[in-house]
């Protein structure tokens, strides 16, 4: 039993060092590789950087921590906050295609505020920050304030992330694809395609997640390591989902946009035909009428 033990705890730290190292080499591809004019790649960079960090903390735990295990995951939750603003605001700035630099927004306020109590309180706990003390406390009011903190960090965030789900679909459905013509798609609906696919992808990772860890975690269940496996597990499939059908949109946007440059180009060298014929019609039209008041002319010095 305990040789089985050890085998699934070394295959739940490797899965989760494949994990994190796929995301955060992917959110570099996406970053500094595949760019697009608007700089919305930078967003999506940053989406899977936050999974490779959810990923990473797989492989901490109890013996390899340098500080108690229940502050570093109150520490790093957090960071979680800026998942669906940033989500949010690749959607967004996707469907509008808005080209300005991307900002500091006021979607990252929540994650800010909620970092800045995280912090304080820790600091409040001598086991973290034994030289710093701000108010008179026991050590074990300071611990429970920090426990308190991270069991609502959880809910706080769940609740967040429905909200924007939420907001997210209102504006997918909002901004809905044009009817397909036969044989024929746009680059927009391309791009509907491709955020539709990724919320869908990020929701039902986040419904398996609540389901078996966040739900469990406030009933006061025993959350295994089999389940936090089998979320990671998840997440990842989603990930090689995600990355196969990205390339798979990317070759089909690239071939529409040539199939859409060689219409331009024809239509162009049509109308530049046309406009040469009719400027030849009119050259042939000017030349007539010459050449008629010439023969008029030659025909009254005669008469004379």
């Known amino acids: 039993m305990n040789e089985f033990s050890s085998f699934f705890s070394q295959s739940y730290w490797w899965l989760s060092l494949l994990g994190g190292l796929h995301c955060i080499l992917l959110g570099l591809y996406i970053r500094y590789i595949y760019r697009e004019g608007n700089g919305n790649h930078k967003l999506l960079g940053s989406i899977f950087s936050l999974m490779a960090l959810y990923f990473f903390t797989g492989m901490l735990n109890r013996d390899n921590s340098p500080v108690p295990i229940h502050?570093?995951?109150?520490?790093?939750?957090?960071?979680?906050?800026?998942?669906?603003?940033?989500?949010?605001?690749?959607?967004?700035?996707?469907?509008?295609?808005?080209?300005?630099?991307?900002?500091?927004?006021?979607?990252?306020?929540l994650a800010l505020f909620v970092a800045l109590v995280v912090v304080i309180t820790s600091l409040l706990n001598k086991n973290f920050a034994p030289d710093v003390s701000f108010v008179e406390l026991s050590n074990a009011s300071k611990i429970h304030q920090v426990n308190t903190l991270g069991a609502l960090l959880p809910?706080?965030?769940?609740?967040?992330?429905?909200?924007?789900?939420?907001?997210?679909?209102?504006?997918?459905?909002?901004?809905?694809?044009?009817?397909?013509?036969?044989?024929?798609?746009?680059?927009?609906?391309?791009?509907?395609?491709?955020?539709?696919?990724?919320?869908?992808?990020?929701?039902?990772?986040?419904?398996?997640?609540?389901?078996?860890?966040?739900?469990?975690?406030?009933?006061?269940?025993?959350?295994?390591?089999?389940?936090?496996?089998?979320?990671?597990?998840?997440?990842?499939?989603?990930?090689?989902?995600?990355?196969?059908?990205?390339?798979?949109?990317?070759?089909?946007?690239?071939?529409?946009?040539?199939?859409?440059?060689?219409?331009?180009?024809?239509?162009?060298?049509?109308?530049?035909?046309?406009?040469?014929?009719?400027?030849?019609?009119?050259?042939?039209?000017?030349?007539?009428?010459?050449k008629e008041e010439s023969q008029m002319d030659k025909g009254s010095n005669q008469a004379n």
């Open 155 to 290: 809910g706080l965030l769940s609740i967040q992330t429905c909200i924007y789900f939420i907001l997210i679909i209102r504006m997918l459905k909002k901004y809905r694809g044009r009817t397909h013509k036969a044989h024929q798609e746009s680059l927009r609906d391309i791009k509907f395609r491709w955020l539709l696919v990724l919320t869908f992808a990020m929701m039902a990772n986040w419904l398996i997640r609540t389901v078996l860890v966040i739900l469990p975690f406030y009933l006061g269940d025993q959350i295994s390591e089999f389940t936090q496996a089998f979320t990671r597990l998840t997440l990842l499939l989603t990930i090689y989902v995600l990355a196969l059908y990205g390339l798979q949109q990317i070759t089909r946007a690239a071939y529409l946009r040539g199939r859409l440059t060689l219409t331009t180009n024809s239509s162009a060298a049509k109308n530049k035909a046309s406009t040469q014929l009719l400027n030849s019609e009119e050259l042939n039209y000017l030349q007539q009428l010459l």
């Open 71 to 109: 502050l570093v995951f109150t520490l790093i939750i957090p960071v979680y906050f800026l998942l669906m603003p940033l989500l949010y605001l690749y959607c967004y700035r996707s469907l509008h295609n808005i080209k300005r630099s991307i900002r500091f927004s006021r979607h990252f306020y």
